[in-house]
């Protein structure tokens, strides 16, 4: 299975800034995702992380507000831009890994003030 | 569109009973996947199973079974002779070929000693 590490692991930022959330993968993947969970929610995906190429959004989701960077194969970040409490959520990176299973990262809880 | 109900929102049992957790889903594709997570109150993403739609059999991995019928559209996970180290958040997840997982509203298991 894939080792996937987030920073930072939590952060409690003020309204109107902006975090960058780091994702690392130990081997090579194709397909990288962001999702959010919203406190006491189930997980909704923001976008899939493409290599190369600009992001792919959900519905209700938009680059400007959540910026996603995929330099190479293990690595994507994402920006939480011009944040608002109802920002404050776990954002986890997802892989898909060998025999097409999923795995996700340990999560960046974040906190807007 | 695809979409995974799991109706029951909070189960609590006493230590060494069994556990089923209910998922239905909806979708016009043909071929599927089928996911179940366990999110603990550390917060992290297990990942426990996949099941692709041409696969019902069921499957057994030590204290965990699930039981995927096509017929009813169900993908359920029973948990046996419970401890509290299950006591978690379970979620029930879907997606097609491109690895967009949609997830169910997640099933909250309290484990009592």
């Known amino acids: 299975s894939a080792v996937i590490s987030q920073k930072p692991s939590r952060d409690i930022c003020q309204r109107g800034t902006s975090l960058t959330i780091q994702c690392q993968v130990d081997s090579q993947v194709t397909m990288m995702f962001w999702y959010r969970q919203q406190p006491g929610q189930s997980l909704t995906l923001i976008a899939t992380a493409n290599q190369g190429s600009e992001a792919t959004y959900e519905s209700g989701f938009v680059i400007d507000k959540f910026p996603i960077s995929r330099p190479n194969l293990t690595f994507s970040t994402l920006t939480v831009s011009n944040m608002s409490p109802e920002d404050s959520s776990i954002y986890l990176c997802?892989?898909?890994?060998?025999?097409?299973?999923?795995?996700f990262g340990p999560g960046t809880r974040l906190t807007v003030l | 569109a695809q979409k995974v109900t799991q109706a029951q929102t909070e189960i609590s049992v006493v230590e060494k009973e069994d556990v089923t957790l209910d998922c239905v889903y909806e979708?016009?594709?043909?071929?599927?996947?089928l996911f179940w997570y366990k999110q603990p109150p550390s917060g992290e993403l297990v990942f426990l199973i996949r099941r692709n739609s041409f696969d019902e059999q069921n499957e057994i991995s030590g204290r965990y079974s699930w039981n995927f019928q096509k017929s009813t559209s169900s993908f359920n996970f029973t948990i046996t002779a419970s401890q509290v180290v299950d006591s978690a958040v379970y979620f029930c997840?879907?997606?097609?070929?491109?690895?967009?997982?949609?997830f169910g509203a997640g099933t909250t298991v309290t484990v009592r000693a």
């Open positions: 979708t016009r594709d043909t071929t599927y996947y």
């Open positions: 997802s892989v898909e890994s060998t025999f097409n299973e999923q795995f």
């Open positions: 997840a879907l997606t097609r070929n491109d690895y967009k997982l949609s």
